[in-house]
């Protein structure tokens, strides 16, 4: 860990501190890392968290239980539009083919008609 502290200097700090809350964020700054890396190491070394950082975790929790949902929802929808315009190009590539059957079927008829290929 090159300029970072290590996991005891952390918790050494943490315990230290007149509002740990407000500490992990400073710890985690200081060693360019997210906040829940630093929980993770205090919760590794058996430091006791406070509520407030519970909460917060729940709170994480709850925020990124409401993004999944939505990119699942996301990915439903362009799933449904993916085949949704296969459907709508098959049913163009169907009325193409119907046209193109009436066309010789019409033109098979004037030959018909004329003499031609019976």
């Known amino acids: 860990m090159d300029g ?10 943490y315990k230290g501190a007149r509002m740990p809350n407000v500490q992990i964020q ?17 919760v590794k070394n058996n430091i006791e968290l406070t509520r407030q950082t519970v909460r917060y975790m729940h709170t994480r929790l709850d925020q990124l239980d409401g ?3 939505k990119k699942e929802s996301k990915c439903r929808e362009i799933d449904a539009n ?3 315009r296969r459907m709508t190009r098959l049913e163009e590539e169907i009325k193409a083919d119907e046209q193109e059957y009436r066309d010789i079927a019409k033109i098979l008829n004037m030959a018909k008609e004329k003499g031609g290929r019976k």
């Open 4 to 13: 970072q502290m290590t996991d005891r200097e952390i918790c050494i700090s």
């Open 26 to 42: 400073i710890l985690a700054d200081l060693n360019s890392v997210s906040k829940m890396e630093i929980i993770s190491i205090l």
């Open 82 to 84: 993916i085949h949704f």
């Open 67 to 69: 993004r999944i949902a």
